[in-house]
């Protein structure tokens, strides 16, 4: 993905199985150049640094009720670093393909791990895209059986929420960075 100049530089890292995470974090990356604002979007294990970076995304599928792991590590390896930029977490699961406030806490205590390590400035919860050809072999067996609930195939993304969402989150964490500047700035007095 392309830069655009700008002064903040935001990242926007994912973790995906099936790839429809990955879509949403391209998603996402198009509304940030569009507003004129610097980013880079990366698979989560292809980040080397949080240090270039003055703001971040994270996003994550859910499986079994988990984020993925190489989320929950790369959280934990950067702890000292990430409460010094301003971020958001953005969650990809079927449970939400159904988006009732009862589900939308469901999803939301999942991303409680990562909150626990640094608190974001806001979450964003996304139904996602469940399709059976995109994933691996265990998870086509078990969808292979199933025939209605969370786990049914289907694309239940709605990309008019997160284009809004991404929209509020590029004003919120450009309105973070300007205030952890601020601070950083006060402490070095």
């Known amino acids: 993905m392309t830069r655009c100049s700008s002064t903040q530089h935001t990242?926007?890292?994912?973790?995906?199985?099936?790839?429809s995470t990955r879509e949403i974090a391209h998603f996402m990356g198009n509304i940030f150049i569009q507003h004129g604002k610097p980013v880079e979007v990366l698979e989560v294990k292809?980040?080397?640094?949080?240090?270039?970076?003055?703001?971040l995304l994270l996003g994550t599928n859910i499986r079994a009720g988990q984020v993925m792991p190489e989320i929950l590590r790369f959280a934990q390896h950067n702890a000292a670093w990430m409460p010094r930029l301003p971020k958001a977490y953005f969650v990809v699961c079927g449970t939400l393909r159904t988006d009732t406030p009862d589900t939308r806490a469901i999803v939301e205590?999942?991303?409680?791990?990562l909150v626990r390590i640094?608190?974001?400035?806001?979450?964003?919860?996304?139904?996602?895209?469940?399709?059976?050809?995109?994933?691996?072999?265990?998870?086509?067996?078990?969808?292979?059986?199933?025939?209605?609930?969370?786990?049914t195939p289907g694309d239940f993304r709605r990309w008019d929420l997160i284009r809004l969402w991404t929209e509020s989150v590029v004003t919120r964490l450009e309105q973070g960075a300007a205030l952890m500047s601020i601070a950083n700035q006060m402490a070095a007095v």
């Open 11 to 19: 990242l926007i890292a994912y973790a995906t199985r099936a790839g």
């Open 46 to 55: 292809a980040v080397k640094h949080l240090e270039q970076y003055d703001a």
């Open 109 to 113: 205590a999942y991303l409680e791990p």
């Open 118 to 151: 640094s608190p974001p400035l806001s979450k964003g919860l996304f139904a996602g895209r469940i399709d059976p050809q995109t994933m691996d072999l265990p998870w086509r067996l078990i969808l292979k059986n199933i025939t209605e609930g969370s786990m």
